[in-house]
């Protein structure tokens, strides 16, 4: 890949897509120390940046927005949506407010997993993906998938199939778009990471005063590990795992040539 393919901007998602991701943290200069050890950003005010590009966003937290990491959707009309996510039984915690770069609303599911809606004005989310210290595949930790499954279905009109032995919904178009799986007591949605390598982020993380909650795994084609920051804030972080691929050939039973 070039320095310019590697550089690229993303300039925009597809509605209802996983697009943001923002820390909420009582002490963001700290935090911002904290993640800029681990993934290399660069603290830029309310965003933090990877090679000049906003890969997250860092907030004070309040009491409509608790500590922790928060994922947004791209949405066109955000009132159109909120009125969905009230129809399918969800709820409105923090009504639309102009943000930099957007206007946001906070909702939750039925069974309190929160996300952001954001509907860009000049700035469409985070402006890097698929390498190391940018978003990776968010997941609905829930307890009761069957009625996740209602609920998303009817307020975004996700898709909710199984593959490898773990849950992903799938938007629209029928492309993954994020992952669910099996807790307990209650719901809420992990952000994740990738990362070039799963046990040395893991390890990193220790090393700066974080915690390893799940030790890392591999599940498929990816590796991931659930880690906590200082202060309690949980997410995930991912790399993928690359298997040798044998090729074998056997010539028994091929025809003869005269």
């Not at 930099?100 to 989310?125: E, K, N, S």
């Not at 209602?150 to 307020?155: K, L």
Request: aromatic residues 10%; contains cysteine; negative net charge.
């Amino acid at each position: 890949m070039s320095t310019m393919e590697r550089l690229m901007r993303i300039r925009g998602y597809a509605p209802l897509t996983p697009c943001w991701v923002e820390l909420a943290s009582a002490d963001p200069a700290r935090a911002a120390e904290f993640y800029g050890e681990l993934f290399g950003w660069e603290s830029a005010g309310d965003r933090f940046k990877l090679g000049g590009r906003a890969v997250a966003g860092l907030s004070r937290s309040m009491p409509e927005r608790p500590d922790g990491w928060l994922t947004h959707l791209s949405t066109p009309d955000l009132d159109e949506t909120l009125e969905q996510v009230a129809l399918s039984g969800g709820h409105c915690l923090s009504h639309p407010a102009d943000a930099h770069g957007g206007i946001r609303a906070i909702i939750a599911d039925p069974a309190g997993a929160m996300l952001g809606l954001w509907q860009a004005t000049d700035f469409a989310g985070a402006q890097a993906r698929d390498e190391p210290g940018t978003m990776s595949w968010p997941e609905l930790i829930t307890d009761d998938p069957s009625s996740a499954a209602r609920f998303y279905g009817s307020a975004f009109g996700w898709l909710l199939r199984h593959e490898f032995g773990t849950g992903e919904w799938l938007n629209h178009g029928h492309d993954a778009i994020a992952g669910l799986a099996a807790g307990y007591r209650g719901a809420w949605w992990r952000a994740a990471f990738q990362v070039a390598d799963i046990q040395e982020a893991a390890d990193h993380c220790e090393r700066l005063g974080g915690a390893v909650i799940s030790e890392p795994i591999e599940t498929g084609l990816s590796a991931y590990a659930e880690l906590r920051d200082p202060w309690g804030a949980r997410f995930s972080v991912a790399a993928p795992v690359h298997h040798p691929v044998e090729l074998t050939v056997s010539l028994g039973n091929l025809p003869a040539w005269d």
